[in-house]
């Protein structure tokens, strides 16, 4: 099994910026891909960004330029800065991790962006 925990969502002014963590522990395998969904109320859930094997990364088109998706391979952690947030960013955002044919989902964390 494997445990994520997420921290750092919040409320933050269009501009502002956040930055996500998501922690994995117990049987974890250098072989995966970590990433983050979001879904707003009443929309689909999208995937954001995502990093393969620690360094693989892809992005929504709706965030590049804007997000950064980087992995600390000692840690198990992956981190996602938003920069420049828009209020449409405003969602819950769900870290997930896929390995050996399973994933596994973090509790999830609110984004909001408003002023």
């Known amino acids: 099994q494997v445990q994520l925990v997420e921290s750092g969502g919040g409320l933050v002014q269009p501009g502002g910026s956040l930055r996500l963590s998501c922690a994995a522990s117990?049987?974890?395998?250098?072989?995966?891909?970590m990433g983050w969904y979001r879904q707003a109320s009443g929309k689909q859930r999208e995937l954001v960004a995502s990093?393969?094997?620690?360094?693989?990364?892809k992005y929504a088109d709706s965030v590049k330029g804007r997000f950064t998706i980087s992995g600390d391979n000692a840690k198990n952690t992956v981190y996602l800065q938003m920069n420049s947030l828009k209020p449409e960013d405003t969602a819950v955002y769900s870290c997930?991790?896929?390995?050996?044919?399973?994933?596994?989902w973090g509790q999830g964390t609110q984004v909001t962006v408003s002023s």
């Open positions: 997930f991790r896929s390995q050996q044919g399973y994933d596994y």
């Open positions: 117990g049987r974890t395998f250098s072989i995966n891909t």
């Open positions: 990093i393969r094997n620690g360094y693989v990364t």
